[in-house]
């Protein structure tokens, strides 16, 4: 019935085209009705747009600036927050005012982009140094994705349909609005190459083009490229900008101009697949980390090898047991071996022998779990692996291993008990206490840092293999290679330990650990954009994400030309032996009759398996891994010839098109064959379907299709690859075939499906070496890989419901931050009120509401205003009085707050000229020094608080209270730090001390995060140190340092004149700088002798 509903009135996409209809024919008509305008006529179109849309946003746009100037000029609270909800009310009313105005323009803004292809038509220009002629007008498909596009859709249009031109109308449209239109691209290469081919459009039509990726970070060329009217750009390069913006101590610094409209491409694989890891601006921790890994490696190598030894063992003893009749310890044995070594080669040979012993152990485990006594089975090996949840787990018997002599080595101590019952303790003083609870502390630091290094060791060697997660460059570097791409991540390091215990495992220059200084994720950080669009050729998989975290609704645009590629069923074999000869027989049989292969892997090492193999066999072909990236142009502009072979990682060379040599969209017939003289029965198809006794076939009877051919080693874990892999045959029209070989020994197979597909092979018969193909398997596999997607979405629904809570606190920062940039009158009131509130929350604090007013301690308030924030308030008594002079907390602030804000004043006028820098420096120093503080808490925080789910509390309800709390104190602290350090500032200047060597400052993005879903790498010997409240900035000589323009401060990095090192076709650029502060507790660099807490690093 619901087929048959869906045949009679179409699915939801098509009924949205058909209402899309009207306005594309309208777009036709003007677009035939501007044939008749002269060149200058139609290139005055985009001022007579311009002009439009003024009209109706300026008086807005007047309103704006005189509440502006309003709230600038007041330092009354409660004024500033009423002409703030004003203005963002008329920010609002603006906004809705240039929507309406381009929804009104769409018609005629597309036809003109339109008319302006047409006149291109025939004319040659260079393309990433290629002369290119233009032959492209849009097509009907092609205006409906555009549609799409501004209406903020993500638009499915197929490979090859022309997703790029169909993006140049949405974009010259919102460009109108003068805000910046960006496109945003997966790699450098593509944003280059689509902003030089679409420029012809907008330069015809007065527009300006910037393209990120051509100018250094920070640069007046990066800034120029922001404020181009359409700017194009990797994803990468936006986000680490917005974070560089946020780190740079002068306003003309800055190099982005706001988040209006963006066109994603490929925006499945920027919003779904790189969304697991937040982008993430690192600096140098103020430890030694790389001993840790040195001393437990040979330990953690040596327990590895034990358990591979432990498993053969167990094999051992299931195989007699299995003989003796004694399933149940059979099963126990080998169950504990696939939790320890999942892919030990006897166990998957015993699985591949026999399918009813793999039954047993599944039985045995189910049997176990309902029992609630799995943990049983994993006291007969060392460590248990999760390779559905990448982790590992050390048993009891594993803890005895590492610390034989030792058994409380790694046994982390309870804190919260322990420092409780000290407390309690009566017999102890104060000092006491304290002194115990200090060496508690520095005792759970310690162990916490050695079982951190252990547990990244222990996962280093068993969940990460070379040439499947990273490859050993030729510099001998650990280089991490993208499971969806294949391409080479040159600069990228996996966080919190794992990349420095990788090295270990390899043995090669462990690099130091990083402190988190700046992070977003990708999706706050595409948030952000008032409007946002995207375009792939693949999205509806993925529509239910799409909708519920970026509010995106998904449009499949039907093609120009009907797809006729045959997409065939997959081709099961017992083991990849038998597979991989399937695969070989396949290409030697497509490439006898002359057609292009492209074979689809998973990894580096599948595709160099394939390449010995194929070079054994004497076939001709091209590998395109993570390994020959540099070469990747080439090998995709010669994939299409006839005969070819290529060997590609996932989608290594997507968004570019693979050009079909003369003759291969020929179909390959039965005469065909006979006229090379080529033997009928080496062309008999391997898939059962289509296996037939060619000799008796006529002429006419088609052997194989033309066209390119794909053949996937495997599936991926996410059907959407796999469509991607797919759609590179069958373009425009094309005809082509796809088709994927599997064995029950494919991850995919082992970890969610293998037990009912080889039930299935069993019921069928299907012997050694003979391959079933079967609709109902097929679909089986597709929902083993629901499963998987399913538990991908729960990962970065996980890590965004984590990063709303801190972004929330980012965007109070970074708003605070582009005040103190920004300077001026409104600075002037906002630093007040922060002084305000911060002699508010003293005040509070020495009057607290549960005391009669007999019993506060007037005195110490008025010592503590003088001490903390040089403020004398002559009514407030200097020594304890035995009848109280205020009653009423609001009569101290009426003589406090006035005698503060003469203090204010009297401040501002001594600094002079220099007061507006005076206020900046102070502000974004204090903040830019809290904050990178605040973020090390939330990732010690976010990386124990999974523990708090053994209480039966919610992990992140618990993440909510407490970062909350820690952000209410950030914010205090901030406040007081900086009335503080104002009120002490002084006219003059004192000898700066010798600065440390520059440290390296990191930039690391998606997939460099690879297990734990946090923001960086954590200090853990910091959680020895729990007074980190002092300020490390230097009131003395503020003035004069911002006279001197010296207002970047201590306390911050300058990374807007810095490289990052995240190049995506070239090697690792030189790596960012920074200097590094020394620790509070270091020797002052001064010479002086002195803590440095104590010398220059001192508030006072």
Same mark, same amino acid.
């Given at each position: 019935?619901?087929?048959?509903?869906?045949?009679?009135?179409?699915?939801?996409?098509?009924?949205?085209?058909?209402?899309?209809?009207?306005?594309?024919?309208?777009?036709?008509?003007?677009?035939?009705?501007?044939?008749?305008?002269?060149?200058?006529?139609?290139?005055?179109?985009?001022?007579?747009?311009?002009?439009?849309?003024?009209?109706?946003?300026?008086?807005?746009?007047?309103?704006?600036?005189?509440?502006?100037?309003?709230?600038?000029?007041?330092?009354?609270?409660?004024?500033?927050?009423?002409?703030?909800?004003?203005?963002?009310?008329?920010?609002?009313?603006?906004?809705?005012?240039?929507?309406?105005?381009?929804?009104?323009?769409?018609?005629?803004?597309?036809?003109?982009?339109?008319?302006?292809?047409?006149?291109?038509?025939?004319?040659?220009?260079?393309?990433?140094?290629?002369?290119?002629?233009?032959?492209?007008?849009?097509?009907?498909?092609?205006?409906?994705?555009?549609?799409?596009?501004?209406?903020?859709?993500?638009?499915?249009?197929?490979?090859?349909?022309?997703?790029?031109?169909?993006?140049?109308?949405?974009?010259?449209?919102?460009?109108?609005?003068?805000?910046?239109?960006?496109?945003?691209?997966?790699?450098?290469?593509?944003?280059?190459?689509?902003?030089?081919?679409?420029?012809?459009?907008?330069?015809?039509?007065?527009?300006?083009?910037?393209?990120?990726?051509?100018?250094?970070?920070?640069?007046?060329?990066?800034?120029?490229?922001?404020?181009?009217?359409?700017?194009?750009?990797?994803?990468?390069?936006?986000?680490?900008?917005?974070?560089?913006?946020?780190?740079?101590?002068?306003?003309?610094?800055?190099?982005?101009?706001?988040?209006?409209?963006?066109?994603?491409?490929?925006?499945?694989?920027?919003?779904?697949?790189?969304?697991?890891?937040?982008?993430?601006?690192?600096?140098?921790?103020?430890?030694?980390?790389?001993?840790?890994?040195?001393?437990?490696?040979?330990?953690?190598?040596?327990?590895?090898?034990?358990?591979?030894?432990?498993?053969?063992?167990?094999?051992?003893?299931?195989?007699?047991?299995?003989?003796?009749?004694?399933?149940?310890?059979?099963?126990?044995?080998?169950?504990?071996?696939?939790?320890?070594?999942?892919?030990?080669?006897?166990?998957?040979?015993?699985?591949?022998?026999?399918?009813?012993?793999?039954?047993?152990?599944?039985?045995?485990?189910?049997?176990?779990?309902?029992?609630?006594?799995?943990?049983?089975?994993?006291?007969?090996?060392?460590?248990?692996?999760?390779?559905?949840?990448?982790?590992?787990?050390?048993?009891?018997?594993?803890?005895?291993?590492?610390?034989?002599?030792?058994?409380?080595?790694?046994?982390?101590?309870?804190?919260?008990?322990?420092?409780?019952?000290?407390?309690?303790?009566?017999?102890?003083?104060?000092?006491? =206490?304290?002194?115990?609870?200090?060496?508690?502390?520095?005792?759970?630091?310690?162990?916490?840092?050695?079982?951190?290094?252990?547990?990244?060791?222990?996962?280093?060697?068993?969940?990460?293999?070379?040439?499947?997660?990273?490859?050993?460059?030729?510099?001998?570097?650990?280089?991490?290679?993208?499971?969806?791409? *294949?391409?080479?991540?040159? *600069?990228?390091?996996?966080?919190?330990?794992?990349?420095?215990?990788?090295?270990?495992?390899? *043995?090669?220059?462990?690099?130091?650990?990083?402190?988190?200084?700046?992070?977003?994720?990708?999706?706050?950080?595409?948030?952000?954009?008032?409007?946002?669009?995207?375009?792939?050729?693949?999205?509806? %998989?993925?529509?239910?994400?799409?909708?519920?975290?970026?509010?995106?609704?998904?449009?499949?645009?039907?093609?120009?030309?009907?797809?006729?590629?045959?997409?065939?069923?997959?081709?099961?074999?017992?083991?990849?032996?038998?597979?991989?000869?399937?695969?070989?027989?396949?290409?030697?049989?497509?490439?006898?009759?002359?057609?292009?292969?492209?074979?689809?892997?998973?990894?580096?090492?599948?595709?160099?398996?394939?390449?010995?193999?194929?070079?054994?066999?004497?076939?001709?072909?091209?590998?395109?891994?993570?390994?020959?990236?540099?070469?990747?142009?080439?090998?995709? =502009?010669?994939?299409?010839?006839?005969?070819?072979?290529?060997?590609?990682?996932?989608?290594?060379?997507?968004?570019?098109?693979?050009?079909?040599?003369?003759?291969?969209?020929?179909?390959?017939?039965?005469?065909?064959?006979?006229?090379?003289?080529?033997?009928?029965?080496?062309?008999?198809?391997?898939?059962?379907?289509?296996? %037939?006794?060619?000799?008796?076939?006529?002429?006419?009877?088609?052997?194989?299709?033309?066209?390119?051919?794909?053949?996937?080693?495997?599936?991926?874990?996410?059907?959407?690859?796999?469509?991607?892999?797919?759609?590179?045959? *069958?373009?425009?029209?094309?005809?082509?075939?796809?088709?994927?070989?599997?064995?029950?020994?494919?991850?995919?197979?082992?970890?969610?499906?293998?037990?009912?597909?080889?039930?299935?092979?069993?019921?069928?018969?299907?012997?050694?070496?003979?391959?079933?193909?079967?609709?109902?398997? %097929?679909?089986?596999?597709?929902?083993?890989?629901?499963?998987?997607?399913?538990?991908?979405?729960?990962?970065?629904?996980?890590?965004?419901?984590?990063?709303?809570?801190?972004?929330?606190?980012?965007?109070?920062?970074?708003?605070?931050?582009?005040?103190?940039?920004?300077?001026?009158?409104?600075?002037?009131?906002?630093?007040?009120?922060?002084?305000?509130?911060?002699?508010?929350?003293?005040?509070?604090?020495?009057?607290?509401?549960?005391?009669?007013?007999?019993?506060?301690?007037?005195?110490?308030?008025?010592?503590?205003?003088?001490?903390?924030?040089?403020?004398?308030?002559?009514?407030?008594?200097?020594?304890?009085?035995?009848?109280?002079?205020?009653?009423?907390?609001?009569?101290?602030?009426?003589? %406090?707050?006035?005698?503060?804000?003469?203090?204010?004043?009297?401040?501002?006028?001594?600094?002079?000229?220099?007061?507006?820098?005076?206020?900046?420096?102070?502000?974004?120093?204090?903040?830019?020094?809290?904050?990178?503080?605040?973020?090390?808490?939330?990732?010690?925080?976010?990386?124990?608080?999974?523990?708090?789910?053994?209480?039966?509390?919610?992990?992140?309800?618990?993440?909510?209270?407490?970062?909350?709390?820690?952000?209410?104190?950030?914010?205090?602290?901030?406040?007081?730090?900086?009335?503080?350090?104002?009120?002490?500032?002084?006219?003059?200047?004192?000898?700066?001390?010798?600065?440390?060597?520059?440290?390296?400052?990191?930039?690391?993005?998606?997939?460099?995060?690879?297990?734990?879903?946090?923001?960086?790498?954590?200090?853990?010997?910091?959680?020895?140190?729990?007074?980190?409240?002092?300020?490390?900035?230097?009131?003395?000589?503020?003035?004069?340092?911002?006279?001197?323009?010296?207002?970047?401060?201590?306390?911050?990095?300058?990374?807007?004149?810095?490289?990052?090192?995240?190049?995506?076709?070239?090697?690792?650029?030189?790596?960012?700088?920074?200097?590094?502060?020394?620790?509070?507790?270091?020797?002052?660099?001064?010479?002086?002798?002195?803590?440095?807490?104590?010398?220059?690093?001192?508030?006072?």
């Amino acid at each position: 019935m619901k087929n048959l509903l869906k045949w009679i009135m179409g699915d939801q996409h098509e009924r949205e085209v058909k209402r899309l209809q009207p306005l594309v024919d309208e777009i036709n008509e003007l677009y035939e009705e501007y044939h008749e305008l002269s060149e200058e006529e139609l290139k005055g179109k985009t001022e007579e747009f311009r002009a439009f849309i003024a009209e109706q946003t300026d008086p807005i746009e007047e309103k704006i600036r005189e509440v502006r100037q309003q709230r600038g000029a007041s330092v009354d609270s409660q004024e500033r927050d009423r002409l703030l909800a004003q203005l963002q009310g008329l920010e609002q009313e603006r906004d809705t005012a240039i929507t309406d105005a381009l929804d009104e323009l769409l018609p005629e803004a597309f036809a003109v982009v339109k008319e302006t292809c047409r006149r291109l038509m025939g004319q040659e220009f260079m393309v990433s140094g290629q002369p290119t002629k233009w032959d492209m007008i849009p097509y009907d498909v092609q205006l409906i994705g555009g549609i799409a596009l501004h209406r903020c859709s993500a638009a499915e249009m197929q490979t090859g349909e022309g997703k790029t031109l169909s993006a140049t109308m949405p974009l010259y449209l919102n460009a109108l609005a003068g805000l910046g239109a960006h496109l945003v691209t997966v790699n450098t290469y593509l944003a280059r190459r689509d902003a030089e081919w679409m420029s012809a459009i907008y330069n015809y039509l007065g527009l300006t083009v910037g393209v990120l990726d051509l100018h250094e970070p920070g640069s007046d060329s990066r800034r120029e490229a922001y404020a181009a009217d359409i700017t194009y750009g990797t994803n990468n390069e936006f986000g680490f900008d917005y974070l560089r913006d946020n780190m740079v101590h002068t306003l003309d610094r800055r190099v982005q101009r706001g988040h209006f409209f963006a066109i994603i491409d490929e925006v499945d694989s920027i919003l779904i697949d790189e969304a697991r890891t937040p982008l993430i601006i690192s600096g140098p921790v103020s430890r030694d980390t790389q001993t840790g890994y040195k001393k437990y490696n040979p330990m953690v190598s040596a327990l590895y090898k034990k358990q591979l030894a432990i498993a053969s063992e167990l094999i051992g003893k299931a195989e007699q047991a299995l003989e003796d009749g004694d399933e149940w310890t059979a099963a126990e044995a080998l169950l504990a071996v696939r939790r320890g070594t999942p892919k030990n080669r006897r166990l998957l040979k015993m699985f591949h022998d026999d399918p009813s012993i793999q039954n047993l152990v599944q039985q045995a485990e189910a049997s176990l779990m309902r029992e609630k006594r799995l943990h049983e089975v994993d006291e007969h090996i060392l460590f248990a692996m999760d390779e559905k949840g990448h982790n590992v787990a050390l048993s009891d018997r594993g803890f005895e291993e590492l610390s034989p002599g030792d058994p409380d080595a790694f046994l982390v101590p309870d804190l919260s008990e322990i420092i409780g019952a000290i407390q309690e303790d009566e017999s102890l003083t104060k000092e006491e =206490q304290e002194a115990e609870i200090a060496e508690l502390e520095k005792e759970y630091a310690e162990k916490s840092e050695r079982m951190h290094v252990v547990h990244q060791l222990l996962k280093a060697y068993a969940l990460f293999q070379r040439d499947e997660q990273y490859i050993i460059g030729e510099d001998g570097q650990v280089v991490i290679v993208d499971e969806f791409t *294949g391409r080479q991540m040159a *600069g990228r390091r996996w966080s919190d330990g794992l990349h420095q215990a990788v090295e270990a495992k390899e *043995g090669v220059e462990i690099k130091g650990e990083t402190q988190t200084m700046a992070t977003v994720t990708i999706q706050n950080y595409f948030r952000m954009y008032a409007k946002l669009a995207g375009m792939t050729g693949t999205a509806e %998989t993925e529509e239910s994400e799409f909708h519920q975290i970026y509010g995106l609704e998904v449009l499949v645009i039907p093609t120009n030309r009907p797809v006729i590629r045959e997409d065939r069923n997959d081709l099961i074999f017992r083991s990849k032996r038998e597979k991989y000869n399937a695969i070989m027989d396949e290409v030697d049989r497509l490439v006898k009759m002359e057609l292009p292969v492209l074979v689809g892997t998973t990894n580096v090492d599948v595709s160099e398996t394939i390449a010995r193999m194929l070079k054994r066999r004497g076939i001709p072909h091209n590998v395109l891994n993570a390994k020959q990236h540099a070469r990747e142009a080439e090998i995709v =502009q010669e994939a299409g010839r006839p005969g070819a072979v290529t060997i590609a990682t996932n989608m290594a060379g997507r968004g570019t098109d693979i050009k079909l040599g003369e003759g291969v969209t020929d179909a390959r017939t039965v005469g065909w064959a006979k006229e090379r003289g080529l033997d009928l029965e080496e062309l008999v198809a391997i898939d059962p379907k289509l296996r %037939t006794d060619l000799a008796s076939q006529p002429d006419d009877f088609v052997i194989e299709c033309g066209g390119l051919h794909i053949l996937g080693s495997s599936r991926h874990e996410s059907r959407r690859i796999d469509r991607q892999l797919r759609g590179r045959a *069958g373009r425009q029209g094309d005809p082509g075939a796809s088709q994927f070989f599997l064995s029950l020994e494919d991850d995919l197979m082992r970890l969610f499906g293998s037990e009912r597909i080889a039930n299935a092979m069993e019921k069928w018969g299907a012997e050694d070496g003979e391959v079933i193909t079967h609709g109902l398997v %097929t679909k089986s596999i597709e929902r083993a890989q629901r499963r998987v997607e399913g538990n991908n979405f729960e990962a970065r629904k996980k890590l965004l419901d984590y990063d709303d809570v801190m972004n929330q606190q980012r965007e109070v920062i970074y708003d605070l931050r582009l005040f103190a940039l920004e300077g001026g009158e409104d600075l002037k009131g906002e630093l007040w009120e922060m002084i305000e509130t911060a002699i508010r929350e003293l005040v509070e604090e020495h009057t607290p509401p549960d005391l009669l007013p007999d019993s506060w301690e007037l005195h110490e308030l008025r010592r503590s205003l003088l001490t903390d924030f040089f403020v004398q308030v002559e009514e407030l008594p200097e020594e304890e009085e035995e009848e109280p002079s205020f009653y009423d907390r609001e009569e101290i602030l009426d003589v %406090t707050l006035p005698a503060a804000l003469a203090q204010y004043e009297k401040k501002l006028e001594s600094f002079g000229e220099n007061a507006e820098k005076v206020q900046s420096w102070l502000l974004l120093s204090v903040i830019d020094d809290k904050w990178k503080d605040h973020l090390y808490d939330l990732d010690s925080l976010k990386a124990s608080i999974a523990f708090r789910g053994w209480g039966q509390k919610d992990p992140l309800i618990e993440y909510k209270k407490e970062s909350y709390d820690m952000f209410v104190d950030l914010m205090t602290d901030i406040r007081k730090t900086v009335t503080s350090l104002f009120f002490r500032a002084q006219i003059g200047q004192r000898p700066e001390p010798q600065r440390p060597q520059p440290q390296r400052l990191q930039y690391s993005g998606p997939t460099d995060v690879g297990d734990t879903g946090g923001a960086g790498a954590m200090d853990r010997s910091r959680l020895a140190q729990p007074g980190r409240g002092g300020s490390r900035l230097d009131p003395v000589g503020v003035a004069a340092a911002a006279r001197a323009g010296d207002i970047a401060g201590p306390s911050g990095p300058d990374p807007a004149t810095l490289q990052t090192n995240r190049g995506e076709e070239s090697g690792p650029q030189e790596p960012v700088t920074v200097d590094d502060e020394p620790g509070r507790n270091d020797p002052c660099p001064c010479g002086s002798g002195k803590k440095y807490k104590k010398c220059h690093g001192s508030p006072t």
